[in-house]
C-alpha cells in the first residue's frame, strides 16, 4: 500500500507541476517525524499506513496559502499540516458524542459508522473552507482507516474513499480526466484550470 502512495502521490504532484504550478507551490514539504509522533502520541491508536506514507511525502497546504489557490482533494477539501491535525484533533475531541465515546476509551460504534457528534477516534487530515472535515476513521472494525466526511451540523458519514489511498487514487484519475476541448461544459467534481495557472474542482 505504501508503494501505491508513493506512486500515486508522485503522479499527483507531476501532474500538478504541469498544469498548475501555482497550485503545486502551495504544498508543503515532507512531514518531520516529531510532528507525526506528537500526533500519535495525542491520538494514541496506530495510525494506517497509507496515511503515514502520505506524511512521509509531503506535510499538507502552506497555512499562508490562499484557499482560491491551495491544493486540494474532491469536494474541496486542503490537507492539513501534521501540526494542525493535532490542533484540529484536539479542538474537536473536547466534545466526544456522548452515543460514541467512552470515558475508558472505548468506542460504542465501529469504524464507517455515522455519529453525529465528533468521534475521538477520527482524526482530521484535510478541512474544507465551511469547517468541514475529512477524517481518518481509527476506530475497531472492517472499515478502519476509512475516509470520514465531517460537518457540525451533520456530524461524519462514509466517504466512498476505504483510506488514504483509495482518496488519493481517486483524486488523481479525476486530474488526468482533464478535458480541454472546446465548447465543453464543466461536470461536477471535473477539473478546472484558471488562466493564472491554479487548479479548480466544479
Known amino acids: 500500500m505504501n508503494g501505491d502512495v508513493d506512486?500515486?502521490?508522485e503522479r499527483i504532484t507531476a501532474w500538478l507541476r504541469l498544469h498548475t504550478p501555482v497550485t503545486a507551490a502551495t504544498l508543503r514539504p515532507p512531514a518531520s517525524a516529531d510532528d507525526v509522533r506528537a500526533v500519535q502520541?495525542?491520538?494514541g491508536r496506530p495510525l494506517p499506513d497509507d496515511l503515514l506514507a502520505w506524511w512521509r511525502l509531503m506535510d499538507g497546504v502552506d497555512d499562508?496559502?490562499?484557499?482560491r489557490t491551495a491544493f486540494t482533494?474532491?469536494?474541496?477539501?486542503m490537507p492539513l499540516a501534521v501540526?494542525?491535525?493535532r490542533e484540529e484533533w484536539a479542538g474537536l475531541s473536547a466534545y466526544p458524542d456522548q452515543d460514541c465515546c467512552r470515558p475508558d476509551g472505548h468506542h460504542q460504534r465501529a469504524a464507517g459508522?455515522?455519529?453525529?457528534g465528533f468521534c475521538t477516534a477520527l482524526l482530521p487530515v484535510c478541512r474544507a473552507v465551511d469547517g468541514a472535515v475529512l477524517a481518518v476513521d481509527l476506530r475497531p472494525g472492517t472499515h478502519h482507516g476509512r475516509v470520514m466526511d465531517w460537518m457540525a451540523q451533520a456530524g461524519?458519514?462514509?466517504t466512498t474513499w476505504a483510506g488514504i489511498s483509495a482518496m488519493l487514487t481517486y483524486t488523481v484519475g479525476r486530474l488526468e480526466q482533464y478535458i480541454t476541448a472546446p465548447g465543453t461544459r464543466p461536470q461536477p467534481g471535473q477539473v478546472t484550470i484558471?488562466?493564472?495557472?491554479?487548479?479548480?474542482w466544479e
Open 7 to 9: 506512486s500515486v502521490w
Open 41 to 43: 502520541n495525542a491520538v
Open 64 to 67: 499562508d496559502a490562499d484557499y
Open 73 to 77: 482533494v474532491p469536494g474541496v477539501y
Open 83 to 85: 501540526a494542525r491535525v
Open 113 to 116: 459508522d455515522p455519529v453525529l
Open 156 to 158: 461524519a458519514h462514509r
Open 194 to 200: 484558471r488562466d493564472d495557472g491554479v487548479l479548480t
